[in-house]
Nanobody, 114 residues
Framework: QVQLVESGGGLVQPGGSLRLSCAASGTSITSNTMGWYRQAPGKQRESVAH???????HYVDSVKGRFTISTDNAKNTVYLQMNSLKPEDTAVYHC????????WGQGTQVTVSS
């Protein structure tokens, strides 16, 4: 059974940083496309970053240069380093894995506010 468990969210001031973690079990992160999407109230779900087998990364334009997706294969964990955070980054962030079907975690709340 595939499980994705996110952590690392919280309240941060504009300009601050957070690092989200996604611990995977039941699958190897190296076998799948892994990514992060976010869902803000009243807004469409948005995939902000993903990493494919081979290591190529992709980002939505609004986070390029500020967010970095990475992996620790030994820990079977995916990270999202978020710098220079803005109020518009406020959302619930979910980790996902694509392997024929899509799995996602329960999400972690990120709130950017002064």
């Amino acid at each position: 059974q595939v499980q994705l468990v996110e952590s690392g969210g919280g309240l941060v001031q504009p300009g601050g940083s957070l690092r989200l973690s996604c611990a995977a079990s039941g699958t190897s992160i190296t076998s799948n496309t892994m990514g992060w999407y976010r869902q803000a109230p009243g807004k469409q779900r948005e995939s902000v970053a993903h990493i494919v087998r081979g290591g190529n990364t992709h980002y939505v334009d609004s986070v390029k240069g500020r967010f970095t997706i990475s992996t620790d294969n030994a820990k079977n964990t995916v990270y999202l380093q978020m710098n220079s955070l803005k109020p518009e980054d406020t959302a619930v962030y979910h980790c996902y894995a694509i392997m024929g079907t899509v799995y996602w975690g329960q999400g972690t709340q990120v709130t950017v506010s002064s």
